[in-house]
Nanobody, 126 residues
Framework: QVQLVESGGGLVQAGNSLRLSCAASGLTFSLYAMGWFRQAPGKEREFVAAIIRGGGGTYYADSVKGRFTISRDNAKNTVYLQMNSLKPEDTAVYYC???????????????????WGQGTQVTVSS
């Protein structure tokens, strides 16, 4: 079965950086696009970033563009989210997800993702 395990979250001060990792198993990782989403308390889940199967194309929410970078290592079955210049409004639980293999839907739509990790907490203090 597919498993996604996120790590790398924590408490940091505004302006600092964190790198999240998501290790995938139970699937041929290189055949799937991957995404990162987040959910803050009392708010709906929102798209953060996505990367296509080969890693040559990426998508970002406007709120993180220029600060966050998504990447993947298909040899390690791992997707990363490098988060720089963190802001208090980035505080949330961050989830990685696997996009449905034959989905032609938007990378920004969480409904197009079939598997989700358990999440990792990121807290940014001011």
């Amino acid at each position: 079965q597919v498993q996604l395990v996120e790590s790398g979250g924590g408490l940091v001060q505004a302006g600092n950086s964190l790198r999240l990792s998501c290790a995938a198993s139970g699937l041929t990782f290189s055949l799937y696009a991957m995404g990162w989403f987040r959910q803050a308390p009392g708010k709906e889940r929102e798209f953060v970033a996505a990367i296509i199967r080969g890693g040559g194309g990426t998508y970002y929410a406007d709120s993180v563009k220029g600060r966050f970078t998504i990447s993947r290592d298909n040899a390690k079955n791992t997707v990363y989210l490098q988060m720089n210049s963190l802001k208090p409004e980035d505080t949330a639980v961050y989830y990685c997800a696997v996009k449905k293999r034959y989905s032609s839907g938007s990378y920004y739509d969480g409904n197009e993702y079939g598997y989700w990790g358990q999440g990792t907490q990121v807290t940014v203090s001011s």
